[in-house]
């Protein structure tokens, strides 16, 4: 499936770059800009960003199921990584907000 249209990125090339940085370390936090520095891209329009940051998700929830990771490691870190996209939606959503506001 094409997740990045600007690129021309599947999700099977996301999936194998987050794959890939979880093999170097498996509990570092990885965003879209690291997976897309990792592909020598950068995003353009950015309206991606939010489905690469759902596909980080279950890949990395699905790379941890498959290393036996304890469930006690995989809750912390999918809790932390998911108030992080919360976190990061709402600081959008309130941008948006404050220009609309603006105008």
């Known amino acids: 499936m094409l997740v990045c249209s600007c690129n021309f990125i599947t999700e099977k090339e996301i ?17 879209p ?8 891209k950068r995003g353009r ?12 998700i279950r890949t990395t929830e699905a790379y941890h199921t498959r290393r036996d990771s304890t469930e006690a490691e995989i809750f912390d870190f999918m809790s932390r ?6 976190d990061n939606r709402r600081a959008d959503i309130e941008r948006r907000q404050k220009r609309h506001r603006a105008a």
């Open 15 to 31: 999936v194998d770059v987050i794959n890939g940085l979880l093999d170097e370390d498996c509990w570092q936090l990885i965003v």
């Open 33 to 40: 800009a690291k997976v897309y520095h990792a592909m020598e």
């Open 81 to 86: 990584l998911k108030r992080f996209h919360e």
């Open 45 to 56: 329009c950015c309206g991606c960003f939010p489905n690469v940051v759902d596909i980080i």
